[in-house]
């Protein structure tokens, strides 16, 4: 089936430096999402972005977060500076319209130290 | 605002026993109803989904989920589990203003050999 691809599994970057993770959504898809979950835990909203716009975004989406798609590359969330509170695993999701499934790739674990 | 609650965060049941997860939405009118699965290190996976007409929708694997107006639920059921159904269950909805999918807490379901 369509797979969404997060590029890396792993990282672990110093607290205050900065992270970009990057998402290869499926390829026809337009609407383009990223959560986070901590432990294995609640699937957090963070923001969803459409047409190179964020539509919305959550409480959880501080200033410090980022999101882009230039050019049709990777959907990108960046944070900078990172805090410790920002270890979690980051899920980057697309879907082809709104309100359809949507489509999950297997997380980035980011770790701040 | 619309929420998702999933009051079991752990449910265990012998294999080729029924299983009923509960899900509870929170919203003036009818939201789009989903449920996911998500195996360890994996993404989440759409198992159905309801949007309208028959309240018993169908999904992968003989999951089944019957939407109630009346008790703003949308439980997800299975007649016989086995125990490779031992992950954690999401359930999701979404407004029909094009918002992204908003995810309950999660209910880890364990299957006893």
């Known amino acids: 089936g369509p797979k969404v691809l997060q590029i890396p599994s792993h990282q672990i970057i110093d607290m205050g430096q900065m992270v970009t993770l990057n998402c290869d959504p499926v390829s026809n898809h337009l609407y383009f999402y990223w959560y986070k979950q901590i432990l294995g835990q609640q699937m957090e909203f963070l923001v969803n972005f459409y047409n190179g716009k964020v539509m919305e975004k959550s409480k959880l989406f501080k200033d410090q977060f980022s999101v882009e798609r230039p050019d049709g590359s990777y959907f990108t969330l960046k944070i900078q500076p990172t805090a410790l509170e920002d270890s979690a695993v980051y899920f980057c999701a697309s879907s082809s319209q709104a309100n359809t499934e949507v489509f999950f790739g297997k997380g980035t674990r980011l770790t701040v130290v | 605002a619309q929420s998702v609650t999933q009051p079991d965060a752990r449910v265990t049941v012998s294999e080729g026993a029924s299983l009923q997860l509960r899900c509870k939405y929170s919203?003036?009118?009818?939201?789009?109803l989903f449920w996911y699965v998500q195996y360890p290190r994996q993404g989440l996976q759409l198992l159905l989904k309801y949007y309208s007409g028959d309240p018993v929708v169908q999904g992968v694997n003989s999951f089944e989920a019957e939407f109630s107006k009346s008790n703003s639920s949308f439980h997800l059921q299975k007649a016989s589990v086995h125990w490779s159904d031992s992950a954690v269950y999401f359930c999701a909805l979404t407004l029909n203003n094009n918002n992204a999918p908003r995810f309950g807490a999660g209910t880890k379901l364990s299957v006893k050999p």
């Open positions: 919203y003036s009118a009818t939201p789009y």
